[in-house]
């Protein structure tokens, strides 16, 4: 008797925690939808007078072209290096790989325009190298990017490859596999989910990075949101600003939608 | 000899971590055509042993030779030894008749062979059906029967089988020893090592036994052999179960708490006498007990009873399911047939 | 494992060293390098000195570190806030998902494109917020309470909810659940977003850069105008002034979140 009343209120307040549960969200949505939502609709509807000036501007295009340009070299450049730096991580172990882990882990939260200061130290026109042509080079911005964007893509590979049994490898190379075999067939295409995602947020973040083009400031390397600050802030152009920014908005958004279609997606198949 | 072992010894660990032994001044040897279980509780050393004979480990000290070569020093990939583990890792992006083609890829055969390799193996496995079945599409006790066909494609001449069925459930264990000795037959020339912690699988497979224990080898025989007159204490209980009771020299004869037993010879050195439960006999005259507990298990009723004069030890005592077993706490009368008993040395440790 | 021989095993390590120096570790240990060296003309800096950290450490520069602090804190801690208020309530209900896309927004799209809405919607009624310290501190908010959402969820989804049920069971009000049982248990994600979210916040610049008022220069901000005036030396011993800051805060933030999860 006491036990079917007792899990009849469990029942009850169940219901009615469902029930008005998702009151409770509407405050912090509404906070985002004051601060991220409606300034993004007027950044919008500002824009729209000034379409077609801009579009057509030389200027624009070759931003356009130059921040896909550096975010897919920096984005392959991201997956070669920190692919290899996991590997190794992982199944390669030497004293001190999680210290070297954890590293990775704290790079995450620093500052990317660390990397663009110190470039000017190791390739400024004084500096270690002295490869003055270079800092100034979209190249210096693609390495910069790598550098700091490397960890973000092995976060999700170290976690993948924790979780893949190490009796497979050993497994593998008992049938004769060497390394190299081991790694193309057995490793890559079972972390590929991990690849994919760290290699799109990578990408995105790429795509959006501001810091490091800000910080080597070289002419030939306008990003779109370099564009964004240019226009908005030293030349006062806010309808050109927005224009841009919608741009940049519809690739990220764009990329980023596509990218988690395709990712659930694939997901999907694998469960 | 196939697979010969000679002091192989692995520590693990460094200065700073602090060392642990898991293997120690390990011998054994393997023929072509022998099954050897190594058979020991966990942490015992078995697995470590199978690891150093495939190449997973590296021993810090001693050799390790396949049909006369000294492999210590190869790696994985270059010893052709067949490999089952545990959980079967098959590679979970490929397809059953993938996993078995792996091996034969990585050595290069040509397509046609890979092919007829791959069939022939899945033949001899009943898995012909599954080969474009993905692995976690099987159930278990096909994943293992992919697992032998992958490790045997590439024609190893040595099987390694690390507790192949810990990870089935009882009835299908029970089918799947069926079927691992079934194997044993299609491959004849082949030398297996079979690491169990079940004895009940190392004595329906293998032709030895090495029963192992804190890194150490503790006794090799025949299984037959060492379950008649196991030579240690910890084998007679690790293998079977035996009831283990102390003995003290009477004349020629022995005592158990006071009591003579007819027939058996003391032996210098061999405190504790061993003897199955199933060979203790419920009959007058024998060693006076008590019964503590009683389980039913079906075909027979295990009794555990206290020896009068004896603390400290139990005797267990399978009785067929169909006598009347006594009242918990009554007085009983335990009788200890010569021929079933054996005397070992007390445990020196 | 992958490599078994030892002169494999050296290769790949020997490799793995220079990869991970030269490209990962280098331009941190260079940048703090040149925090204390008075000049840098061949391979090794030279004249060390400690006049720049001096000089990152006084004046505007110091009030700079003031102002990224205070940002942070406000900032940053309203984002955990919200961002756990948001994971917690949205959790299970039919407006997850619209959550889950409303708080990644400000991740997918670039800050600068943040701080430009900030700009373009509160420079008119009926929010009048530019020139001021606020809209600093909204762009950090907003930026941070991503992260902190998503800290939170992930957190979320890894806790059994039949604690909460049990502790309902046994006649807990809901607040009752929420406080000493669904909070308690959430606290390291909690802690370890104030950390992420009090580090991002210190470092953030192209948000901040399109909405600062003259009056409220955060660290990054101070750090580029002295790059842009060639002053890449005290730009660096600033830098690391905001490293240090960071760290001190991420470890001691770090240290609660231990001790969170030992209870």
Redesign the interface.
Known sequence: MAVEALSATVVVSNERRRDGKWLWALPPLLLIAVLVVYPLVLVAAESVPAWGGVIESAEFRDALVRTVQIAVSSTIGCLLVGTFLAVVISFVPF?GARVVAGLVDTMLALPSFLVALSFTFIYGTTGILRAGGFLTSPWAVVLAEVTFYTPFVMRPLLAAMSRL?R??L?????????PW?VLR??VL??VRPALVAGGSLTLLLTLNEFGIVLFLGAKGTTTLPMLVHTKGIVMFDYPGACVIAVVQIALSLGLYAVLRMALGGRRARLD | MTVQLEDVTVHFG?KHSGRTCALEGFDLSVAAGETVALLGPSGSGKSTAL?AV???VRPTRGRIRLAGNDVTDL?????????V???Y?L???LRVADNVA??LK??HKSKAEVTRRVAEMLEMVGMTPYARRFPRELSGGQQQRVAIA??LA?QPPVLLLDEPLAALDAQLRADMLGELQKLRREVPDIAIVYVTHDQSEALALADRIAVMRDARLVDIAPATELYAAPPSAFTASFLGGANLLPVEPSGDGVKVAGHLLPGVKAIPGRELLCIRPHAVQLADGGLPGRLVASQWRGASNQLTCTVDGLTDVSVRIDVPADRRVPELGAAISMVLPVEACSLVPAETR | MLV??KSGKAIVWVAFAVVFCVLVLAPFLVVIAAAFAGSWNGMLPSDPTADHLRQALSGDELASLSVSLQTAFMGGLLAVVFGTWGAMAAAGTRLARVADALHHLPIAVPSVVVGLGLLVAFSRQPILLNGTKWIVVIAHLVLMVAFSYGTVAAALQRIDPSYADVAASLGASPARVLWQVRLPMLLPAIASAAGLSVALSMGEVGATIMVYPASWRTLPVSIFALTDRGQAFVAAAEAVVLLATTVVLVLILDRLRGRAAER
């Open positions: 004293p049994p009796a497979q050993d497994v593998a190379a008992s049938l004769g596999a060497g075999r067939q057995i295409p079972e | 460094n690891k495939a190449g997973f790696p994985p990939a270059k010893r052709g030894i067949g490999v583990v545990q959980q890792a590679f979970p992006h792996f091996g990585a050595a992958r490790a590439i | 078994w021989t």
